[in-house]
Structures are given as structure tokens and as C-alpha cells.
């Protein structure tokens, strides 16, 4: 499995400032199918921890505070 090293790598982006991690919530990491998305412990925040993304979106559905962006390549549109 890829590791993401920069934010520019993967396709699923987390704002930040609209993420609730902090508080308990991990509902994105819970309804990933390939658990590549985790919650970063020093800064309260989810993000994605392997580059392995099905481009399947139920991360970005269920997010509760719509911090979670799926960025699905042009030719599988």
C-alpha cells in the first residue's frame, strides 16, 4: 500500500477547519471500505493515511460537517 506523503498525492482532501475529529467524530474512517483514512492524534484531524482511494465516496456522503472532498480523476467521471 502507498503511503500519502503530501496532500497534493491524494484524492481525498479534509478541511481542517471543519473536521470534528477532535471531538470523537470518525465517521469517515468508519465507513471507508479499504481503511485508508485515519484520524491524525496530535492534531485532532482525520486525513488519509494510504493512497489506495476507490473514488466510492461514502466519506464524503456521511461526513457530518461536509469536511471531506473526493477528488475523482476526469476520466472516471
Not at 500500500?1 to 470523537?24: E, S
Request: charged share 20%.
Amino acid at each position: 500500500m502507498t503511503l500519502a506523503t503530501t496532500a497534493t498525492q491524494v484524492p481525498v482532501r479534509v478541511d481542517d477547519d471543519k473536521c470534528i475529529a477532535h471531538k470523537g467524530c470518525t465517521v469517515c474512517v468508519d465507513v471507508c471500505p479499504l481503511d485508508v483514512l485515519a484520524i491524525d492524534i496530535v492534531k485532532g484531524k482525520a486525513y488519509m493515511a494510504f493512497d489506495e482511494c476507490w473514488y466510492c465516496l461514502p466519506c464524503e456522503q456521511d461526513c457530518p460537517t461536509g469536511a471531506i472532498t473526493v477528488d475523482i480523476p476526469y476520466l472516471l467521471r
